[in-house]
């Protein structure tokens, strides 16, 4: 199945680091969405983007919607060890399917 | 305000078997969506559900079939299944709003399926 191309396949850093990571699309999309996924949890809605250019934050992570449509990158900063899990971007185009990312395993040392 | 539920949460089965997993959607929503998310990669749209009719399907064969409640919650059916099935099954709710541009879609913990 059709999966979006996700940037760095996984990290590792220091506690009190930035992270940053992106996704992009051979096409557009009306919805860029955020998740964060915990082992043997489902995933968890973190920021969701609608427009064009937005940039949206949530506490210490920002993402923005990529001004062509087919693009999107999130940020943390200062990172903290429970910000260790998988994240995954996600396109849609209409009201019905995510295509999702292939994830970014992020990994935080004290 | 209930979040999504699904059950079971692990279920073994053995090849050419039939499976039946359930899933209760967020308080609020009417719409289910459900997803394969085969290990180590990203979850798979396999359909979605609203007004109890399907609304939606990836690409995935006629023996993946699902069913929506009155009340929105929803069953994912796999007849004859295979060993490639094996994986986290999750589901999804949201709210559909007639003329809205967009549909957060909220999950649950998922249930994992081994076929033997």
């Known amino acids: 199945g059709q999966q979006l191309n996700q940037s760095p396949q996984s990290m590792f850093i220091q506690e009190g680091e930035d992270v940053s990571m992106n996704c992009t699309s051979s096409s557009i999309f009306n919805t860029w969405l955020w998740y964060k996924q915990d082992p043997g949890e489902g995933p968890v809605l973190l920021i969701a983007?609608?427009?064009?250019?937005e940039l949206t934050s949530n506490g210490r992570l920002t993402a923005q919607f990529g001004i062509t449509r087919k693009d999107s990158f999130l940020n943390i900063s200062a990172s903290i060890p429970s910000d260790v899990g998988i994240y995954f971007c996600a396109g849609q185009h209409s009201l019905d399917k995510l295509i999702f990312g292939t994830g970014t395993r992020l990994q935080v040392f004290p | 305000e209930t979040g999504v539920t699904q059950s079971p949460t692990h279920l073994i089965k053995t090849r050419g078997q039939q499976v039946t997993l359930r899933c209760s959607s967020q308080s609020g929503h009417n719409t289910v969506s459900w997803y394969q998310q085969a290990l180590g990669q990203g979850p798979q749209f396999i359909f979605q559900y609203y007004r109890e009719e399907e609304n939606g399907r990836g690409n995935f064969p006629p023996r993946f079939s699902g069913l929506q409640f009155p009340n929105y919650s929803s069953e994912l059916n796999v007849n004859a299944l295979e060993l490639d099935d094996s994986a986290l099954y999750l589901c999804?709710?949201?709210?559909?709003?007639?003329?809205?541009?967009?549909?957060?879609?909220?999950f649950g913990p998922g249930t994992r399926l081994t076929v033997l």
């Open positions: 999804a709710s949201s709210l559909a709003v007639a003329g809205g541009n967009n549909n957060e879609q909220f």
């Open positions: 983007l609608y427009k064009a250019g």
